[in-house]
C-alpha cells in the first residue's frame, strides 16, 4: 500500500523567497516519486520525477526535489520564488513494479501563493 | 501533439440523469487512466486501460460506473443515476507504457449533479 503526506496545505511566500513544499510518502515497494503543479483552470502537468539514480532531481521552471530515503520525504525546493509560480502543488507516489507501477497515489496538494 | 483533450468541460445535471464524458489522449500512448478529484482532495485513481483492455478498476468506481475505451483510442466514462456525491472534476490521463508513473493529463470535465 502507497500513501502521500503533504505537510500544509496552503504556503504563502513573497516573491523572491525560498518555497519549501513538503512531501512524505509511505510504500511497501521501492517508491518513483513525483510532483505536479494545477494552475488554475488547467489540467496537472508534470514538475519533476524520481525513479532511481541520483536523488536530486531538478524539474521546469526552476523547481527541484530531494528523494531522501531515510526520511520517506520528496520536499519540493525553488530558490526564488516568481508570481507566475501560484498554483496547488500535488505530489504522488507509485510503485516501481508489478501492478502498481502504472498507479499514482496523491497527497491532498498545497496551495502555494505568493506575495507581491 | 496535442494534449489530452476532455469533452465536455462542465456538465450540470439533475440526480439521477445519466452523463458520458469523453477523453482523446495523446495518440501515441496506449495507456489511459482515469481519476477523480474532489474539492481539497489530490486526485484518486478510478480505471487504466492498455489499450482496449480495462485493466483495473478501483472500488472507487461503482456498478453505476462504466468506462470504454474502443479500439484502443478515445474513452468514454458514463454515470448512470448521477448522485449528488458524483459531484467531483474527472480527470483523463495518457502515458506510453514504457514511462511509468508519470502521466499527461487532460483539463478535466467539472461534474455538477444538482
Known amino acids: 500500500a502507497q500513501s502521500v503526506t503533504q505537510l500544509g496545505s496552503h504556503v504563502s511566500v513573497s516573491e523572491g523567497a525560498l518555497v519549501l513544499l513538503r512531501c512524505n510518502y509511505s510504500s511497501s515497494v521501492p517508491p518513483y516519486l513525483f510532483w505536479y503543479v494545477q494552475y488554475p483552470n488547467q489540467g496537472l502537468q508534470l514538475l519533476l520525477k524520481y525513479t532511481t539514480g541520483a536523488t536530486l532531481v531538478k524539474g521546469i521552471n526552476g523547481f527541484e526535489a530531494e528523494f531522501k530515503k531515510s526520511e520517506t520525504s520528496f520536499h519540493l525546493t525553488k530558490p526564488s520564488a516568481h508570481m507566475s509560480d501560484a498554483a496547488e502543488y500535488f505530489c504522488?507516489?507509485?510503485?516501481?513494479?508489478?501492478?502498481?507501477?502504472?498507479?499514482?497515489?496523491f497527497g491532498k496538494g498545497t496551495l502555494l501563493t505568493v506575495n507581491p | 501533439d496535442t494534449g489530452v483533450s476532455q469533452n465536455p468541460r462542465h456538465k450540470i445535471t439533475k440526480r439521477g440523469q445519466n452523463v458520458t464524458f469523453r477523453c482523446d489522449p495523446i495518440s501515441e500512448h496506449n495507456r489511459l487512466y482515469w481519476y477523480r478529484q474532489t474539492l481539497g482532495q489530490g486526485p484518486e485513481f478510478l480505471t487504466y486501460?492498455?489499450?482496449?483492455?480495462?485493466?483495473?478498476k478501483s472500488r472507487l468506481l461503482s456498478d453505476r460506473f462504466s468506462a470504454e475505451r474502443p479500439k484502443g483510442s478515445f474513452s468514454t466514462l458514463e454515470i448512470q443515476r448521477t448522485e449528488q456525491g458524483d459531484s467531483a472534476m474527472y480527470l483523463c490521463?495518457?502515458?506510453?507504457?514504457?514511462?511509468?508513473?508519470?502521466?499527461?493529463f487532460g483539463p478535466g470535465t467539472r461534474l455538477l449533479v444538482l
Open positions: 490521463a495518457s502515458s506510453p507504457a514504457e514511462v511509468r508513473g508519470a502521466v499527461w
Open positions: 504522488a507516489v507509485s510503485g516501481v513494479s508489478g501492478g502498481s507501477n502504472y498507479k499514482l497515489t
Open positions: 486501460f492498455q489499450n482496449e483492455a480495462q485493466l483495473e
